[in-house]
């Protein structure tokens, strides 16, 4: 199992956090957000990770170097476009690492327990499995989930109240042809006149229409996304919470 990891953007909504920092090096709890996901990947197993960089690429690649625990190799790969498309372009790049290897698909704004991870690993094996969430109610920002039972059936932030069954964590498990099909919807999508325009998950909505798109609910663990400066206290929160991770990490002794 490899990992991918999107971190090419700046976060210009922490503004003026992320003036000179990406989004993904923002401290929380004493850590980078990016050490917490690659300790977390680590702790369950995953020491092949991929991270595609973009503003201030060369700040995460230093960085890399002193946050790599022991046996996993971290490559980078850099998103010239980061500026001018959305994340379908990071995921473009990496199309080709999806098509080779079972692979996990991070968000680089999402923190997480290892609970989580391992509970999206365990999920019974799909093409594509896509991580989400329940709460009471749901924000325009949110990344809600239409369900027929367990497979997606939209995905999207402007979905019918009446048909939001959940929202999207920024987690994605690809396993046996789901990375090919993947890659084959961001081409298709980057032909389009829009294309630079759209998110991945745009992608993940069109094969959900196809019924190959499963998802796995993580309800019960810890969890958040950093988009806003508000966000951040809420995951020093939320890290300082669990105790999970710091056992994994010991016990892997990174």
């Given at each position: 199992?490899?990992?991918?990891?999107?971190?090419?953007?700046?976060?210009?909504?922490?503004?003026?956090?992320?003036?000179?920092?990406?989004?993904?090096?923002?401290?929380?709890?004493?850590?980078?957000?990016?050490?917490?996901?690659?300790?977390?990947?680590?702790?369950?197993?995953?020491?092949?990770?991929?991270?595609?960089t973009g503003f201030e690429a060369d700040a995460v690649e230093h960085l890399v170097h002193s946050i790599t625990p022991a046996h996993t190799m971290i490559r980078t790969v850099f998103n010239p476009f980061f500026s001018v498309a959305e994340n379908i372009g990071s995921c473009f790049l990496v199309r080709d690492l999806l098509q080779t290897a079972e692979t996990v698909l991070l968000n680089g704004d999402t923190l997480f327990e290892t609970a989580v991870l391992r509970h999206v690993l365990a999920a019974p094996e799909?093409?594509?499995?896509?991580?989400?969430?329940?709460?009471?109610?749901?924000?325009?920002?949110?990344?809600?989930?239409?369900?027929?039972?367990?497979?997606?059936?939209?995905?999207?932030?402007?979905?019918?109240?009446?048909?939001?069954?959940?929202?999207?964590?920024?987690?994605?498990?690809?396993?046996?042809?789901?990375?090919?099909?993947?890659?084959?919807?961001?081409?298709?999508?980057?032909?389009?006149?829009?294309?630079?325009?759209?998110?991945?998950?745009?992608?993940?909505?069109?094969?959900?229409?196809?019924?190959?798109?499963?998802?796995?609910?993580?309800?019960?663990?810890?969890?958040?996304?950093?988009?806003?400066?508000?966000?951040?206290?809420?995951?020093?929160?939320?890290?300082?919470?669990?105790?999970?991770?710091?056992?994994?990490?010991?016990?892997?002794?990174?």
């Amino acid at each position: 199992m490899k990992a991918i990891i999107l971190c090419a953007g700046q976060g210009r909504r922490l503004l003026p956090l992320t003036e000179r920092l990406p989004k993904c090096l923002l401290p929380v709890a004493g850590r980078s957000i990016l050490e917490w996901q690659i300790r977390g990947l680590a702790a369950v197993g995953i020491h092949d990770i991929t991270l595609v960089t973009g503003f201030e690429a060369d700040a995460v690649e230093h960085l890399v170097h002193s946050i790599t625990p022991a046996h996993t190799m971290i490559r980078t790969v850099f998103n010239p476009f980061f500026s001018v498309a959305e994340n379908i372009g990071s995921c473009f790049l990496v199309r080709d690492l999806l098509q080779t290897a079972e692979t996990v698909l991070l968000n680089g704004d999402t923190l997480f327990e290892t609970a989580v991870l391992r509970h999206v690993l365990a999920a019974p094996e799909h093409p594509i499995t896509v991580a989400i969430d329940r709460k009471p109610t749901y924000d325009a920002d949110d990344m809600k989930v239409s369900l027929d039972g367990t497979r997606l059936t939209a995905i999207g932030k402007t979905l019918p109240v009446g048909s939001i069954h959940g929202e999207s964590i920024g987690m994605l498990k690809f396993r046996r042809d789901g990375g090919e099909m993947f890659a084959a919807g961001l081409e298709a999508a980057l032909r389009q006149p829009d294309g630079l325009g759209r998110w991945y998950l745009s992608v993940i909505h069109a094969l959900a229409q196809t019924g190959v798109v499963e998802t796995r609910s993580i309800e019960g663990h810890a969890w958040g996304e950093i988009d806003y400066a508000a966000d951040l206290a809420s995951a020093e929160l939320l890290v300082r919470a669990w105790s999970e991770p710091a056992v994994a990490v010991v016990a892997e002794g990174i």
